[in-house]
T-cell receptor, first 114, second 113 residues
Framework: DAGITQSPRHKVTETGTPVTLRCHQTENHRYMYWYRQDPGHGLRLIHYSYGVKDTDKGEVSDGYSVSRSKTEDFLLTLESATSSQTSVYFC?????????????FGDGTRLSIL | AQSVTQLDSQVPVFEEAPVELRCNYSSSVSVYLFWYVQYPNQGLQLLLKYLSGSTLVKGINGFEAEFNKSQTSFHLRKPSVHISDTAEYFCAVSETGFQKLVFGTGTRLLVSP
C-alpha cells in the first residue's frame, strides 16, 4: 500500500472554528490531492498540488485553502467551518500528473461540524 | 468537461452469482478509465485501469471491465461474487494530459448468502 497517512482520522468541531487536516506521504510523489466524499456525489476534488508551494483549485474549492511547504505534507484548512463541510475527506497522491497514472488514496478523515 | 454516470446506486446479488456494474462516461477527447473499490471505513483501492490497447481489462480479485468506445461505457464484471466483494465501487475518468480524476457517484454492491 502507498504510504499515506491522514490525521486526524476523526474530528468533531463547531461551526465557525478553524480546522486543519494533514496528509503525509512517504512515497516522494510530486502530486497530491484533496477530495471530499458525500452521499450521492462520489468524490469531488477540492484542491491539488503539483509541487512544493504549487497548488490549484479543484471543483469545490470555496471555503477551503491548502498549503504544501514540503513534498511529503499537504494541509487542508477550513478557515471557518460550516455544517455543509461535514464530510469524509480523502487525500490522494500520484507520481506524475499524466492522466494515465492512477491515484493512491489515504484512509480518510471523517469531519463533523456541529 | 468529462463526466461519469453510474446507473445503479445499489446492486444486490447472491453469493456465487455473476454481477455487472455499469459505468458510462462523457468526454470530447481520449480518456483513461479506472475502477476503484472502497471497503467500509477505508480509502479507495485501484481495481483496474484502461489506458490503451486491449479493450478487455483484468484487475484484482477476479474483476474485469470492457471499454466500449462507441457506447462510451466501461462496465465492471465478475463471473462469481463472494461475500467479501461487498463494498462500494467507483468508476472514474481522466483525460489525456493533466490528470484530474472525475468520479461517478458510486455503486454499492451487496452480496448476500
Amino acid at each position: 500500500d502507498a504510504g499515506i497517512t491522514q490525521s486526524p482520522r476523526h474530528k468533531v468541531t463547531e461551526t465557525g472554528t478553524p480546522v486543519t487536516l494533514r496528509c503525509h506521504q512517504t512515497e516522494n510523489h510530486r502530486y497530491m490531492y484533496w477530495y471530499r466524499q458525500d452521499p450521492g456525489h462520489g468524490l469531488r476534488l477540492i484542491h491539488y498540488s503539483y509541487g512544493v508551494k504549487d497548488t490549484d483549485k479543484g471543483e469545490v474549492s470555496d471555503g477551503y485553502s491548502v498549503s504544501r511547504s514540503k513534498t511529503e505534507d499537504f494541509l487542508l484548512t477550513l478557515e471557518s467551518a460550516t455544517s455543509s463541510q461535514t464530510s469524509v475527506y480523502f487525500c490522494a497522491i500520484s507520481s506524475t500528473g499524466g492522466g494515465n497514472q492512477p491515484q493512491h488514496f489515504g484512509d480518510g478523515t471523517r469531519l463533523s461540524i456541529l | 468537461a468529462q463526466s461519469v454516470t453510474q446507473l445503479d446506486s445499489q446492486v444486490p446479488v447472491f453469493e456465487e452469482a455473476p454481477v455487472e456494474l455499469r459505468c458510462n462516461y462523457s468526454s470530447s477527447v481520449s480518456v483513461y478509465l479506472f475502477w476503484y473499490v472502497q471497503y467500509p471505513n477505508q480509502g479507495l483501492q485501484l481495481l483496474l485501469k484502461y489506458l490503451s490497447g486491449s479493450t478487455l481489462v483484468k484487475g484484482i480479485n477476479g474483476f474485469e471491465a470492457e471499454f466500449n468506445k462507441s457506447q462510451t461505457s466501461f462496465h465492471l464484471r465478475k463471473p462469481s461474487v463472494h461475500i467479501s466483494d461487498t463494498a462500494e465501487y467507483f468508476c472514474a475518468v481522466s483525460e489525456t494530459g493533466f490528470q484530474k480524476l472525475v468520479f461517478g457517484t458510486g455503486t454499492r454492491l451487496l452480496v448476500s448468502p
